[in-house]
């Protein structure tokens, strides 16, 4: 494969004042999960809908945009994980593509 597939988005920016960031990703979030409902080999993707005491969002949005840090034993912002959420549904549609390892 040469170069990034045509289906796959731009990367997002995660720069910026940290709520309007999260509220950018969050949007993302809910369109391509929430709204657009993307179906992986026919089956339909879940994700964890808990909200935890204090949280605005939902368990399995910020799985996509943390990692863990087992030093401080909790999840804590993914940089680069976080700008790459746009490719996460197109992925998963685009699953059959010879170019995804599944």
């Not at 494969?1 to 990367?11: E, F, H």
């Not at 959420?85 to 995804?100: E, F, H």
Request: net charge positive.
């Amino acid at each position: 494969m040469k170069g990034r597939p045509t289906w796959l988005p731009s990367i997002v920016s995660v720069d910026g004042v940290w709520q309007e960031v999260v509220s950018r990703l969050y949007s993302i979030f809910q369109n391509d999960f929430k709204r657009t409902k993307p179906k992986f080999q026919g089956l339909p993707v879940w994700w964890d809908r808990r909200m935890l005491k204090d949280q605005s969002y939902e368990e399995g949005f910020w799985h996509l945009i943390t990692k863990e840090d087992i030093s401080a034993g909790e999840r804590i912002f993914d940089p680069r994980r976080a700008e790459r959420l746009s490719w996460c549904c197109p992925t998963i549609v685009n699953a059959a593509d010879r170019n995804v390892k599944v």
